[in-house]
């Protein structure tokens, strides 16, 4: 189970301001459950950034879309024909959705309308891939749809480090380098100018803050 939180709608609107249209893609997965990207926040969230960008007198125009799964491939699929006109595409997932969305339009600008807080799930024999480092503070749009958190090896924020050799990490000759894949989507969607934005140190207060957590929601009542 991944839960997740909304931003603000001013941060939102913000990282899609030079924006005319807009799709918005909800995910009918976990996010749903908790209350933060189904169907219905997805239609609110609509309403309330074309409110907003009227008042601004900066029309905007929106279009929505709810994924019965944003980190299934076959279900963004179903937004091929969708993606094609549109200057961004807001995606109200977890930090695993933002990243299939951006990795399948790589040519589009993709960002993260959602914190991703925690992942809790069962137990079985498989092999999984990690795409979100659960940092409670997205920066997807920063680089290109891709966590520097969990996929660069150091969590670096400001990369590449000196480890970093043709395209790879220093780890292992298997490891894709985090920052070089952020260089060439950023490069592909003209966007280098905001990799020389200096990030902050991370405030790990919005990640794990010791042992195991506990998300409620605050309409349910445990007796």
Not at 158 to 166: A, D, I, K, M
Not at 189 to 210: A, V
Request: hydrophobic share 35%; proline share 4%.
């Amino acid at each position: 189970m991944i839960v997740a939180q909304q931003k603000p709608l001013q941060e939102i609107a913000d990282m899609v301001s030079d924006c005319k249209k807009v799709l918005l893609v909800g995910c009918a997965g976990c996010v749903t459950v908790c209350l933060s990207g189904g169907e219905k926040e997805t239609e609110v969230m609509s309403s309330a950034l074309r409110i907003k960008r009227r008042l601004e007198e900066n029309p905007l125009t929106t279009v929505t879309f709810t994924a019965t799964r944003q980190c299934d491939p076959e279900y963004i699929a179903e937004m091929d024909e969708m993606v094609k006109d549109v200057d961004a595409i807001i995606s109200l997932a977890c930090g695993v959705g933002v990243q299939y969305v951006a990795e399948r339009y790589s040519d589009k600008w993709v960002v993260p309308a959602l914190n991703t807080n925690f992942i809790g799930g069962s137990t079985v024999h498989g092999i999984w891939e990690e795409k979100c480092g659960l940092c409670g503070d997205c920066v997807l749009h920063k680089t290109g749809g891709i966590c520097p958190i969990i996929r660069c090896s150091k969590s670096i924020l400001n990369g590449p480090c000196g480890g970093s050799q043709y395209g790879k990490c220093e780890i292992s000759k298997d490891t894709d380098c985090a920052w070089a894949l952020i260089y060439e989507r950023m490069k592909t969607l003209g966007k280098l100018n905001k990799l020389m934005e200096i990030q902050p140190p991370k405030d790990w207060s919005t990640s794990r803050d010791g042992g195991p957590r506990r998300a409620t929601r605050e309409d349910v009542i445990i007796g």
